[in-house]
């Protein structure tokens, strides 16, 4: 049975920092990518950012050069460190897995948290 917690949300001001973290078991270790997404109210779900069993990592452009996925192996593990934080950052954010190559579509993704709420005020 698959597992993904996510854990680290809460309220943070303009310009600040959060760390996101996913804990995961039973998703498997075979060709495997990890991701995080969110949503914010009346919004489509966005891919934020992904990452694969190689290490390989892309990123949405919103996002690019603020937030920062990894993983830790040892622990089963995903992160997310987002800094720069904008009010359009709020969300709830999801941690996923999905199998096959990298991507940051909710469609390619199997398994799914329940989710972390981020709030950034101005």
Same mark, same amino acid.
């Given at each position: 049975?698959? +597992?993904?917690? %996510?854990?680290? &949300?809460?309220?943070? +001001? =303009? @310009? @600040?920092?959060?760390?996101?973290?996913? &804990?995961? =078991? /039973?998703?498997?270790?075979?060709?495997?990518?990890? &991701?995080?997404?969110?949503?914010?109210? /009346?919004? %489509?779900?966005? $891919?934020? =950012? =992904?990452? !694969?069993? !190689?290490?390989?990592?892309? #990123? *949405?452009?919103?996002?690019? @050069?603020?937030?920062?996925?990894?993983? !830790?192996? @040892?622990?089963?593990?995903?992160?997310? +460190?987002?800094?720069?934080?904008?009010?359009?950052?709020?969300?709830?954010?999801?941690? *996923?897995? $999905?199998? $096959?190559?990298?991507?940051?579509?909710?469609? !390619?993704?199997? #398994?799914?948290?329940?989710?972390?709420?981020?709030?950034?005020?101005?």
């Amino acid at each position: 049975q698959v +597992q993904l917690v %996510e854990s680290g &949300g809460g309220s943070v +001001q =303009a @310009g @600040g920092s959060l760390r996101l973290s996913c &804990g995961a =078991a /039973g998703y498997g270790y075979s060709n495997h990518y990890m &991701g995080w997404f969110r949503q914010a109210p /009346g919004k %489509e779900r966005e $891919g934020v =950012a =992904a990452i !694969d069993s !190689d290490g390989s990592t892309t #990123y *949405a452009r919103s996002v690019k @050069g603020r937030f920062t996925i990894s993983k !830790d192996n @040892g622990k089963n593990t995903l992160y997310l +460190q987002m800094n720069s934080l904008k009010p359009e950052d709020t969300a709830m954010y999801y941690c *996923a897995v $999905g199998y $096959g190559y990298l991507s940051r579509e909710p469609r !390619d993704f199997s #398994y799914w948290g329940q989710g972390t709420q981020v709030t950034v005020s101005s």
